[in-house]
């Protein structure tokens, strides 16, 4: 590999001042070992959209079926920020081609992945994402993201670094003019990575490669790495990869 992946981090991960109480969660992880292997671009979704450092905190609110959770300040639900964090969420999402992963910060209304405390009916619960992971993921499905708690687990630490490994190795291959036939040797190099318990994945990826002849390049590639990436969610990366 020629460069270096890149990692998108949310900033307070990093140490920098940027949480609603002005303090950091700086996490040694990523800033004294991946720092070694990984070029680390921070973002503060809340800074970027104009909030203030200290600020109101914000909360995630549903509304009355479950369903559009929106992003309010917990003093004052009427300021509500739910555009502004989907708006920066597609900036960002347009400006980071060249990023192979990003590292987000748990429990945050706005970087938050998985398990996000949404108040529904006055009750909360741990269901959602923060409003700008959200649009991280839906616009970018095959990126490997991940929060910060996931890191300590060595098994799904070693599974996210894999991934990132494999999401910059087919950046520099599409950056070269991606052709039919580099694909397949990408492929055939990374299949085996498939869990054999993704049996539909790999139909899935069979299909669209046996179609290759008659179908435009451009079309297969985006829907290829997102199954690939996909599939590669369970795979156990042989350790030698993963910095510890
Ligand atoms: S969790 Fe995200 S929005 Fe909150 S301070 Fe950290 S980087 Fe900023």
Not at 13 to 27: A, E, I, P
Not at 57 to 76: H, K, Q, S, Y
Not at 100 to 118: F, T
Request: proline fraction near 6%; charge should be neutral; glycine fraction near 10%.
């Amino acid at each position: 590999m020629d460069a270096r992946p890149k990692l998108g981090i949310s900033g307070c991960l990093l140490g920098q001042k940027v949480r609603y109480d002005g303090g950091h969660k700086l996490n040694r992880y990523v800033t004294e070992t991946l720092a070694e292997f990984f070029d680390l671009v921070s973002f503060c979704p809340e800074q970027a959209i104009g909030l203030p450092t200290p600020r109101n905190p914000i909360r995630l609110i549903a509304g009355p079926f479950g369903a559009d959770v929106r992003a309010v300040e917990i003093e004052d639900p009427a300021k509500d920020y739910s555009e502004r964090l989907d708006r920066f969420g597609r900036e960002f999402v347009g400006r980071i081609g060249d990023f192979s992963g990003c590292i987000v910060k748990k429990n945050s209304p706005s970087c938050g992945k998985d398990g996000v405390k949404v108040l529904e009916r006055g009750n909360p619960s741990r269901r959602g994402s923060g409003l700008f992971t959200a649009r991280l993921l839906a616009d970018r499905p095959e990126l490997p993201v991940e929060e910060e708690g996931t890191l300590a687990d060595p098994l799904l630490r070693e599974n996210f670094i894999g991934r990132v490994y494999v999401m910059c190795r087919w950046q520099e291959l599409s950056a070269r003019a991606l052709t039919k036939k580099k694909l397949l040797d990408f492929h055939a190099r990374h299949r085996s990575l498939i869990p054999n318990d993704e049996e539909e994945i790999n139909l899935e990826l069979s299909r669209l490669l046996s179609g290759l002849e008659s179908i435009e390049l451009a079309s297969v590639a985006p829907n290829y790495i997102r199954l690939l990436m996909h599939g590669l969610r369970g795979t156990v990366f042989k350790s030698e990869m993963v910095p510890e």
